[in-house]
């Protein structure tokens, strides 16, 4: 049985115009009957779904030509390297499945806070600082550091650092700022980036947690400096000096929900027990 364009182009859910592109990548060569219209066989129906369900797969047009000009050793060649890519690709996907999961038990931390504390260990962090104070931090390798958190890493955080020593303090700058990732993540970079001097860490440590502010949409985090940050440790002082707790090194804040009207500040502060 012989078949026009436009039977072969419905039969598969295609247009007629990806008929004539499959013709011209040279996948079918439809006969031409006496008024010089395309016909196909069955044969070419077989071929155009196979080729149909490759696509579909994500096999380019250049790894299906040559699967279909090749040896069955070809074949198996580019499905080996489609299974690899695909396994990698899981593997991304499983780490953003992580990162919204995470995200969202933060989110919902965020949307329930009334500024209670509540017990618990840090993550334990890698970090690089972009800023200190009013000081923008240009060294050509710490940008390269940041370059590769942001997009070489599937989880990564932007946070606020307060140092142990300044918690009891007004605040006259704004806290140094940065990106942090979790080391499990660290340790799959490249050894000239875990060597770098601008890698600092962030040990899990038994700690407090609180939010430092719900804030409106687009708020700038390096806002969070004086009255409000000052208002925060001293309500998180207080609430250690009743539960026989003191501060023990850097408090790191983790911003959440920066895009919505419940963003706002995730704040660890390390913690020891004082009470006799």
Not at 141 to 153: G, H, N, S
Request: glycine share 6%; proline share 4%.
């Amino acid at each position: 049985m012989k078949y026009k364009t436009s039977d072969l182009a419905g039969l598969l859910g295609v247009t007629a115009n990806t008929i004539r592109r499959y013709e011209k990548n040279g996948y079918t060569v439809p006969e031409r009957d006496s008024s010089n219209y395309r016909q196909y066989r069955e044969n070419d129906i077989f071929k155009i779904a196979i080729i149909r369900l490759y696509r579909k797969h994500g096999f380019s047009h250049e790894e299906i030509k040559a699967m279909l000009d090749g040896t069955g050793e070809d074949t198996s060649r580019i499905l080996r390297q489609r299974l690899a890519e695909t396994e990698k690709e899981i593997e991304r996907l499983q780490n953003i499945k992580l990162w919204i999961e995470n995200s969202l038990c933060r989110s919902e931390e965020l949307i329930k806070s009334d500024e209670k504390f509540i017990h618990g260990r840090c993550d334990d962090l890698r970090y690089v600082l972009f800023s200190d104070g009013n000081r923008f931090l240009r060294e050509s390798e710490r940008l390269e550091i940041i370059k590769a958190f942001m997009y070489d890493v599937s989880e990564v955080h932007m946070i606020q650092l307060w140092r142990g020593s300044d918690l009891s303090k007004s605040f006259s700058a704004p806290p140094p700022s940065g990106w942090a990732i979790k080391k499990e993540f660290f340790d799959e970079l490249p050894d000239k980036i875990k060597n770098s001097p601008y890698i600092l860490s962030y040990p899990s440590v038994e700690c407090i947690m609180g939010v430092m502010q719900k804030h409106p949409k687009n708020f700038d985090p390096r806002d969070n400096h004086s009255k409000i940050a000052r208002k925060f440790f001293e309500s998180a002082h207080a609430y250690m000096d009743k539960n026989g707790l003191s501060h023990s090194g850097d408090a790191i804040g983790i911003i959440e929900n920066s895009l919505s009207d419940a963003a706002g500040i995730l704040v660890y502060m390390p913690i020891v027990n004082i009470k006799p």
